[in-house]
């Protein structure tokens, strides 16, 4: 292929193929360089050569870290998903035999893979029609009492001036 072509769809979707592999297998940068530049030069190697710069095999690096950082999300989405349904499927069956043990012990489980934790209390702050989520529990009495007069302060109504006139009003007879 000349320089000045472009790969097509199939082609290009093959060379981030190809990286992708090549990163999983741990292959530094510069390895990847010259591997791309001996494709296709052998005389047993039928493929056609990329005949690509430096700043294009970079480009197909960078897809590649997408594809597999993609694949990686995929992955864990999948594994939490699976997670939670077998967790509910012990659930279910430690509540048919009257297992509440084991049941909470499930839910438990279940909590500490969502992420849900007893132990980081949180209370919702409603500001200016924005809610926010602070966590006070690292707070002594004394610092959360002080944090509560701050916010006090700036709800308080403020005070009416009142007018001042510096000539006195006339009087009507």
Same mark, same amino acid.
């Given at each position: 292929?000349?320089?000045?072509?472009?790969?097509?769809?199939?082609?290009?979707?093959?060379?981030? +193929? %190809?990286?992708?592999?090549? !990163?999983?297998?741990?292959?530094?940068?510069? /390895?990847?360089?010259? &591997?791309?530049?001996?494709?296709?030069?052998?005389?047993?190697?039928?493929?056609? #050569?990329?005949?690509? !710069?430096?700043?294009?095999?970079?480009? &197909?690096?960078?897809? =590649?870290?997408?594809?597999? +950082?993609?694949?990686? %999300?995929?992955?864990?989405? &999948?594994?939490?998903?699976?997670?939670?349904?077998?967790?509910? /499927?012990?659930?279910?069956?430690?509540?048919?035999?009257?297992?509440? *043990?084991?049941?909470? @012990?499930?839910?438990?489980?279940?909590?500490?893979?969502? *992420?849900? +934790?007893?132990?980081? #209390?949180?209370?919702?702050?409603?500001?200016?029609?924005?809610?926010?989520? %602070?966590?006070? +529990?690292?707070? %002594?009495?004394?610092?959360?009492? =002080?944090?509560? =007069?701050? /916010?006090?302060?700036? &709800?308080? #109504?403020? @005070?009416?001036?009142?007018?001042?006139?510096?000539?006195?009003?006339?009087?009507?007879?």
């Amino acid at each position: 292929m000349p320089a000045n072509r472009k790969p097509t769809a199939a082609q290009l979707e093959d060379r981030i +193929s %190809t990286i992708v592999g090549l !990163c999983v297998m741990g292959v530094p940068r510069v /390895d990847i360089i010259r &591997y791309v530049a001996k494709i296709g030069l052998d005389k047993d190697d039928d493929r056609i #050569p990329w005949d690509v !710069c430096n700043k294009t095999i970079d480009n &197909y690096l960078a897809a =590649a870290k997408v594809k597999i +950082s993609e694949h990686a %999300t995929l992955i864990a989405d &999948y594994e939490i998903g699976l997670g939670l349904k077998r967790l509910e /499927d012990l659930y279910m069956r430690a509540v048919a035999i009257t297992d509440y *043990g084991t049941a909470l @012990r499930v839910q438990k489980e279940r909590h500490a893979l969502l *992420g849900i +934790s007893k132990q980081e #209390p949180l209370v919702k702050i409603f500001n200016a029609g924005i809610e926010q989520q %602070t966590n006070f +529990s690292h707070m %002594t009495d004394e610092e959360l009492d =002080a944090e509560i =007069a701050r /916010d006090m302060q700036k &709800y308080k #109504p403020k @005070r009416k001036r009142k007018n001042r006139r510096l000539v006195p009003k006339k009087k009507n007879k």
